[in-house]
């Protein structure tokens, strides 16, 4: 099936700190999602993404839409100690034999701040 | 507003035991329903999804099974747990053809 190659797998930081992560894909998506998780509980949507290009920020979150609607990235600014989770990125195929109905899902980076 | 529900929160089972996880949609009609399994490995694998009332695409050959007998209930099943079922098991649901997935709480399975 289709594959999502997010990167890093983890990261440790330090509080005050910016955070970078991206998800590059073989094939083009058209909605790019951006997910986090607090250990023992569901993800929850962050950043929803609809059009090549876009640029959207949620507080000190910013999120892209690469150009090629193959990768979208996530930046975190200014890292505080609730952050610390696993952020998935997930992508949705555009219409096609029902494939559209099922997101792709990044394996997720783990972050980790030190206070 | 719309809010999905999933229980139990925490499940214990022994090996060869039944399973029975349900999940709720409320405050939207007509919603796309999915069951994930997310393993220590911290992946989310697709596991079943249901575009109406007992229409239901399994995404891996396994274990379980499910069902949809209303239009915001959503059931995951086993005759027989296996040790390899244990995990977390999140329920989703979206809005028909959006892509926006919005997640249940999830339910911890530890099969013995």
């Known amino acids: 099936g289709q594959q999502l190659n997010q990167s890093p797998q983890s990261m440790f930081i330090q509080e005050g700190e910016d955070v970078s992560m991206n998800c590059t894909s073989s094939s083009i998506f058209n909605t790019w999602l951006w997910y986090k998780q607090d250990p023992g509980e569901g993800p929850v949507l962050l950043i929803a993404l609809y059009k090549a290009g876009e640029l959207t920020s949620n507080g000190r979150l910013t999120a892209q839409f690469g150009i090629t609607r193959k990768d979208s990235f996530l930046n975190i600014s200014a890292s505080i100690p609730s952050d610390v989770g696993i952020y998935f990125c997930a992508g949705q195929h555009p219409p096609s034999g029902g494939s559209n109905y099922k997101l792709t899902f990044g394996k997720g980076t783990l972050l980790t701040v030190n206070p | 507003s719309q809010t999905i529900h999933q229980w139990p929160a925490t499940l214990v089972q022994p090996v060869g035991s039944p399973l029975s996880l349900e999940c709720t949609v409320e405050g939207t009609s007509n919603p796309n329903l999915y069951w994930y399994r997310q393993a220590a490995g911290r992946g989310l694998q697709l596991l079943f999804y249901?575009?109406?009332?007992?229409?239901i695409s399994s995404e891996v050959p396994q274990n379980l099974s499910a069902s949809r007998p209303q239009d915001r209930q959503f059931i995951l099943s086993s005759k027989k747990l296996l040790l390899s079922d244990s995990g977390f098991y999140l329920c989703a649901w979206s809005v028909l053809f959006a892509g926006e997935l919005f997640f249940g709480e999830g339910s911890r399975l530890t099969v013995l």
């Open positions: 249901s575009i109406g009332i007992d229409q």
